[in-house]
C-alpha cells in the first residue's frame, strides 16, 4: 500500500473521523478526506476543495442511496463509515514537482474573447499551480493551503496532495443519464447497476439542454472548438468562424463526446470550480477529468437520456 504523506497538514486530514460536534478548524480536514473518497469511488464531488456545497452534498447523496443508506446528502456517521471502510488507501501523498510539470508553455492570463483565444496555437494551462490542482483534482486554494510555502515553480520541490481516483470506470458503460434537476450525470453498466456520478452544469434557462432520448456519435479527446457566429448566440460576438486550438483551458476542456443531437455534446471545462454552480450554453459541462473518465467508459451508440427539468441559473 502506498505511504501517507506525514506533514502535519497531511496527518490532519488522514486522522479525521466523524463528529457531530466537529470544530470548526477541523472540517476542512475531514471535508477533504471525504471528496477524495467519493472521488475515489466515481461518486465525483467535482473539485476536491475542503468545504461544503451543493456537488459534494448531491454526491453524498448519490452514494448513500446507491449503497441502500439513510441520507438527505448530509455526512452521517454511517455514510463516513461506508466510505472509509471500503477504501483504506492513504488519502494524502507526497509528490516531487518534476521538470516535466515545469516544461509548459504556460499560458497566463486566459482571456474571455474567442476572438483573443483564437490566437493561441495551444491553450495550455495558465500555470504550473493549474496544472498540479487539475492533476490531483484538487482547487488550486486547497493545493496552496496544504503547501504555504511551496516554491511550484522550481522543480525538485515536494508538496502534499490528495491521492484521486484514477479515472478507470471499471466496465463498458450501457447508458448514460444526465439529470437536468439534480444537475448530474450518471453512468449504468449492463445490469443497470449505477457505477459512476459526476456533477454537471446542464443548460439553462436561455439554452435550455435537450430532453428525451439521444446517443454519442463519437468522442474526441484535446479537441479543437469551432464558433460559428451562426450557431451560437453567446460570448463575444465576431463576424466569423473562430477555430479556438486544443488545451486544458479550451472552452470545451480535454474531452468532447459528440451526441446524435445536432451541435450538442458532453465536455470538460477549463474553470473545474464553476461547475455544477453556474449556467452553460445548453451543453454538458463536467471537470476535465470526469469528462475524459467518461469519454474512455462511452462507444458510438451509447444511449444518453436527458431527465428532469433545467434549474432557473
Known sequence: MPAASQQPQAQAIEASTFSDSLPPEAQPALLTKVETLLDRAHFSPGVIDGRPGVNLHNALAAYAEAHGLASDGTLTAQLFNALSSADKVPITQDYTVTADDEKGPFIGHVPSDFRALAKFKHLGYRDVVQELAEKFHMSEALLRGLNPNANFRTAGTSIVAVRPGNG????PIARVEVNKS????SAFDNAGTLIAVFPATVGSTER???SGRWAVKFVTFNPKYIYNPKRLTF???SKRVLTIAPGPNNPVGTT???LTKPTYGIHGAPDPELVGKTASHGCVRLTNWDAAALGHAVKKGTPVLFVG???KK
Open 168 to 171: 478507470d470506470l471499471r466496465g
Open 182 to 185: 439534480t444537475n448530474q450525470v
Open 208 to 210: 435550455p439542454a435537450p
Open 235 to 237: 460570448g463575444h460576438k
Open 256 to 258: 468532447w463526446i459528440e
Open 309 to 311: 427539468q433545467t434549474n
